[in-house]
């Protein structure tokens, strides 16, 4: 880059309540740092003649018609100007509760904000709640502008009121703003330059203050993270190399690290930094989208947090406390199964209880409410289905921030702050269910001696779909006619009865789909009876699962045909090139091995 | 990280959630500096490779080198190329300035059209074949669920208004009022059957940064955006009835940079010589709701 290349950037957003002049503001700005393209000043003054409109700053910003038809920013705007230290990116977010998604929107892309009250309307609904909201954004710097105070003469009183009354609402959500300024944006005073209609008031002007905001500094000393966006194998070219991508949050990385993902504790080593077009690395660091390939190739998903093992670990669990801002049209409620996305992870989570719910306006708490509607934030349990992996928001502070999709849309956003033990987990559901479990007089020792088996669940796994098929029914009739009590269940079996209303498979049925294989297991093996069934492919979690569900009979995991990289957790690998026969003989003479049949002890 | 690796990471980033999220995806690639940024920005995201089909609509008034150099690149790159177009408008010649149209119902008929047509799978498509460097009749006639476009915020209004990723409903309508929140890298990928969505890697870059970053990349770029002698050379890519050259001799990407940086071009806007822009009180927004890129 060359030295005289201005391109140090910062976003600012500008939040408020309504009509508190924050597009005014921004034209203001753009006007007085000279930063509008000719075109567009022209074009707005064109249209304004043509409606036989007076011209105003706030016009600028309202570049849509919806918006100067209803007289309101309904959306995030983005203006550009420049000053002798950087380049802003301006973001107008809406005072209108109404939109208050989008006003965080406009938050979130922000370092830092100003956040405007009119001077002669005082603090306003949402002047607080846009206040609390930057807070939970974890938008930490903050100037205040007391704006239109040319409506109240420009009166010291008025101001130090409202800064008194202001300061103390946020010392209340822990916000310390960096300042106050008075203001008139309208006028151009204390904007550019210093108002001469203000000499009680003894700082800067806007300007020269927003120069001061520091860039956000870069998380290189805090541990690595890498949420993981995703595994390619591109075969093209005759590319070979398996790359684990993903952006870094925190710390920095070196070629040779050992490193670690979660939740599924899988370990490797980094091999390479892979580039295009550019020279290898060997170092990685905060806020690079990067890929890796890794000394010994695992098979994890999309979604592990890849992490070093000699740093700080995440948690992983499935049950947190967590602040919830809301923004869905339908209330967040308990029961109901809702989709998260934590970093890269993706899974199914419900609201386990409400704490306390706050309106963000006035931080009045409701400890009674059970639900959490549009526009709360509340204190709140989350589980998980799934264990998943994460830091507390305090710790490290992008991977400790979720949001919940509910009906296909971004309904709310939160952040952890502690991690709960969970009890309801498959296992702890499962070790309950065993406890109470109505016993038979006959003992599992005792059905095993007599049927002369021990029960387990054999499962098949591998890719073609058909042949687990032929050879769990093959491995079924030559077991019966070896006199043993088995039974061959296909998935699709299972769905046609236990599943009857199930419209259609996808991933988040998966979850109860092998929840229900689990527990059929469970019941076919107290009655004394091998089961066998198959299924495509079984992530490290789900074997666990089901292992957790069968217990204390055993599951048994056989990969027919090399399958890739998951063999590990495979008890047994058969060979696809052996006929169906071979294959279920291979499979007995395992059995055999592990003293399936006719078991001495037991 | 300076900024452009900024703006680097973020669009690789929203490139790889594009491809995690969608099964039929496309990437429109106008062969413009923008959308060509974004073709080199996915071989960045991906390590050289480019797993997403490029769509072109080819309006037949494009400069004839723009074809050209698509095609050499398209080529090169072994990229999976596609185009469309509006055969109807073109053979009976409803279009400016040789129909009695308006440059808005031109581009309404050659490029959205063409596009929702093109996407949707209802009109041919046509494949590049690598070995015979001609353009097949395209076989898979499936609709494109996302589409991942070039747009940057700072071109003009309505465009500063958009998502990182934006829905778009069954009639490619764009509800202004009405978009998805994002934060936190988070954006929208759960969708219903028969919306689409757009997705906007470049949606913070701007002019001066597309050229900052030809620059220190070393793009190759087409040539129309350079002055070939005559002083004059395109600052913005369109069809030629519509789009004027700016007088400028900049012959090198250095000088293009400067002249945008602290040149002649630092207060004007890009856009300025589009003549359909003008024509539309809202900028583009009358265009852009009916599927306009």
Not at chain 1, 393 to 413: S, W
Not at chain 2, 49 to 57: A, C, F, M, R, T
Not at chain 2, 116 to 136: A, C, E, F, I, M
């Amino acid at each position: 880059m060359t030295p005289n290349n201005k391109t140090d950037q910062m976003n600012i957003v500008i939040v408020g309540h309504v009509d508190h002049g924050k597009s005014t503001l921004i034209g203001r700005l753009l006007a007085d740092t000279g930063s509008l393209p000719e075109g567009k000043l022209d074009q707005i003054k064109a249209m304004c003649e043509i409606n036989s409109k007076p011209f105003e700053y706030a016009f600028l910003l309202d570049a849509l018609k919806d918006e100067r038809a209803q007289g309101i920013t309904i959306d995030t705007a983005r203006s550009f100007f420049k000053t002798e230290k950087r380049h802003y990116i301006i973001i107008d977010a809406p005072g209108h509760i109404e939109f208050l998604k989008n006003m965080i929107t406009g938050a979130a892309r922000a370092e830092a904000a100003l956040l405007l009250i009119d001077a002669n309307e005082g603090v306003k609904e949402n002047s607080r709640r846009h206040g609390y909201m930057l807070s939970m954004l974890g938008i930490k710097q903050v100037i205040v502008l007391v704006n239109k105070m040319d409506l109240v003469n420009y009166d010291p009183e008025v101001y130090s009121k409202i800064v008194d009354e202001y300061t103390q609402f946020l010392a209340q959500i822990h916000v310390t703003p960096k300042t106050f300024i008075p203001i008139a944006a309208r006028e151009g005073e204390n904007i550019a330059s210093k108002s001469t209609k203000m000499p009680w008031y003894a700082g800067e002007s806007v300007l020269s203050l927003i120069d001061d905001f520091e860039k956000e500094k870069e998380k290189d000393n805090q541990p690595f993270r890498m949420p993981v966006q995703d595994i390619y194998k591109f075969t093209e070219q005759n590319d070979d190399r398996r790359i684990v991508a993903g952006t870094i949050e925190t710390g920095s990385i070196t070629v040779g690290t050992p490193i670690i993902f979660h939740p599924s504790g899988k370990k490797s080593t980094i091999k390479s930094i892979e580039v295009f077009n550019a020279a290898a690395k060997q170092k990685a660091g905060v806020g690079g989208a990067v890929g890796f390939t890794l000394t010994e190739e695992l098979y994890i998903k999309p979604g592990e947090l890849m992490c070093t093992q000699n740093e700080l670990q995440p948690k992983v669990g499935s049950k947190f406390r967590a602040n919830i801002f809301w923004l869905g049209k339908a209330p967040m409620i308990k029961d109901k199964k809702y989709k998260i996305k934590l970093g890269a992870a993706r899974g199914n989570a419900y609201l386990a209880d409400v704490v306390t719910v706050l309106d963000a306006s006035s931080l009045v708490s409701d400890t009674q409410k059970i639900k959490i509607d549009r526009n709360d934030v509340a204190e709140c349990i989350i589980e998980t289905i799934r264990p998943i992996a994460f830091d507390l928001n305090h710790d490290i502070e992008t991977l400790g921030r979720f949001v919940i999709i509910d009906d296909y849309e971004i309904a709310g956003g939160g952040i952890v702050t502690e991690k709960i033990s969970d009890e309801n987990t498959v296992e702890k559901g499962a070790e309950r269910r065993n406890f109470t479990w109505t016993k038979s007089k006959i003992s599992p020792e005792k059905r095993a001696r007599n049927m002369g088996q021990r029960p387990c669940l054999l499962l098949i796994i591998g890719k073609q779909e058909t042949e687990k098929y032929d050879l769990g029914v093959a491995l079924e009739e030559a077991l019966f006619n070896q006199g043993k009590t088995v039974y061959f269940l296909g998935i699709s079996n299972m769905l046609l009865s236990m599943n009857r209303d199930a419209r259609r498979r996808n991933t988040e049925d998966r979850d109860e789909h092998i929840r229900q294989i689990g527990e059929i297991a469970h019941i076919m093996a107290d009655a004394g009876t091998i089961m066998i069934s198959a299924i495509s492919e079984i992530e490290d979690t789900e074997a666990s699962t089901l292992k957790s569900l069968v217990n204390p009979y055993m599951v048994k995991i056989i990969a027919n045909g090399n399958t890739d990289l998951y063999d590990q957790k495979a008890d047994l690998i058969i060979d696809t090139q052996a006929s169906v026969q071979d294959r279920v003989k291979t499979i007995i003479d395992f059995l055999n091995s592990e003293e399936t049949f006719n078991p001495k002890e037991i | 990280m300076n900024q452009l690796d900024k703006l680097e990471a973020q669009s690789v980033y929203l490139l790889r959630e594009a491809y995690k999220e969608f099964k039929s995806l496309c990437m429109l690639w106008s062969v413009g500096k923008d959308s060509t940024v974004m073709l080199w920005l996915t071989r960045k995201a991906f390590f050289g490779h480019v797993p997403i089909p490029l769509v072109h609509i080819d309006t037949h008034y494009k400069i004839p080198e723009m074809i050209r150099y698509r095609d050499a690149i398209a080529l090169e790159w072994k990229l999976t190329m596609i185009y469309g177009e509006n055969k109807t408008a073109l053979d009976t010649k409803q279009t400016f300035p040789d129909g009695a149209i308006d440059r808005i119902s031109c581009c309404k008929a050659l490029k959205s059209d063409a596009l929702k047509h093109t996407l949707s799978g209802t009109w041919p498509r046509y494949k590049l074949n690598h070995d015979t460097q001609k353009y097949d009749l395209d076989t898979n006639t499936a609709p494109y669920t996302g589409v991942i476009v070039g747009a940057r915020a700072d071109e003009e209004g309505s465009r500063s208004k958009e998502r990182y990723f934006s829905p778009r409903d069954k009639q490619n309508d764009w509800d202004v009022g009405d978009q998805p929140p994002e934060f936190w890298n988070q954006y929208k990928t759960d969708f219903p059957p028969g919306t689409h969505i757009r997705i906007h890697p470049l949606l913070d870059w701007t002019e001066l940064n597309i050229w900052e970053y030809i620059e220190r990349e070393n793009i190759p770029i087409t040539d129309l955006y350079f002055d070939q002698g005559e002083g004059k050379r395109y600052r913005s890519l369109g069809c030629y009835p519509c789009t004027t050259p700016v007088e400028s001799t900049a012959t090198t990407v250095t000088e293009v940079v400067n002249e945008l940086r602290t040149g002649k071009f630092a207060n004007i806007a890009e856009r300025s010589g589009r003549a359909q822009d003008k024509e539309d009180g809202g900028g583009l927004e009358t265009l852009r709701r009916e599927g306009y890129m």
